[in-house]
């Protein structure tokens, strides 16, 4: 199984299977993109590997236990960022712990999205969006940018709060109301994109009734953000966006 194992992250990886060992990091700063690490796992289970809270996963080592039914849930909880990288950013507001709510951006490169034939049979695509989500996004004009839409929603509701790092990303549904704007309860949420890329913002807001997650866990309402915060916010993520796009140009 190993081998097996070692051949799947090898490609995403990109480097040779003899050289994956124990120690090896597997994480996201291991891989280009927050997309390429749900494709990595949703090969490992297409391939029979159900890999569970794969996100808590930081190395080969860590693998091999949860793939031999011995994980350790005492595993070390990385921060939401990472990474330095213009796709992976968290914005925590003056005296907030990084435990709590906070404002999540994220950017994703539509080419990354895996290309099918059939978005209900596919591992990944099965695995992060629920069945009204792929309905929905393979009824709009460009199908693989709505679905990286959407995978960066839930990658920046993630990094607003923390605790839903754990809920599977088919879990956490993206709606959409009447006009179109992009709906999850408990958040305010933005989605823009190109043909090659998708950004996405999401920031908590107050509720009168507490805000239910995708299954159905009540979330704790925050106040509402400032003008000023999401000013800095839409600052910060055109900053992202045009450095990404700049290091993609080359």
Not at 134 to 162: H, M, R, T, W
Not at 232 to 248: D, E, N, Q
Request: glycine letters at 6%; hydrophobic letters at 45%; proline letters at 6%.
């Amino acid at each position: 199984m190993q081998e097996k194992v070692k051949g799947i992250l090898s490609f995403f990886l990109k480097i040779p299977a003899e050289q994956i060992i124990g120690s090896t990091i597997i994480d996201r700063s291991a891989v280009n993109s927050s997309i390429l690490l749900h494709r990595m796992y949703a090969k490992l289970s297409a391939d029979g590997m159900v890999v569970p809270n794969y996100q808590e996963v930081h190395t080969f080592s860590d693998l091999l236990q949860r793939l031999n039914g011995h994980a350790d849930n005492t595993d070390m909880q990385l921060p939401v960022n990472t990474e330095s990288g213009a796709a992976d950013t968290v914005s925590i507001l003056p005296g907030q712990a990084n435990n709590t709510p906070g404002i999540g951006i994220d950017i994703e490169m539509v080419s990354a999205m895996p290309v099918t034939n059939d978005f209900r049979e596919e591992a990944f695509y099965t695995m992060n969006f629920s069945a009204p989500e792929i309905s929905y996004c393979i009824l709009q004009p460009g199908v693989y940018a709505s679905f990286a839409g959407l995978f960066a929603a839930k990658e920046a509701i993630v990094k607003a709060d923390n605790r839903f790092k754990t809920i599977e990303f088919r879990n956490i549904t993206i709606q959409h109301l009447i006009d179109g704007k992009p709906f999850h309860t408990g958040f305010n949420l933005s989605i823009a994109h190109t043909n090659e890329i998708a950004v996405a913002v999401a920031v908590p807001v107050r509720h009168s009734t507490p805000a239910v997650n995708g299954t159905g866990t009540p979330v704790r309402p925050v106040k509402n953000i400032p003008v000023t915060v999401w000013l800095l916010v839409l600052t910060s993520l055109l900053l992202s966006a045009i450095a990404l796009f700049l290091a993609w140009k080359k």
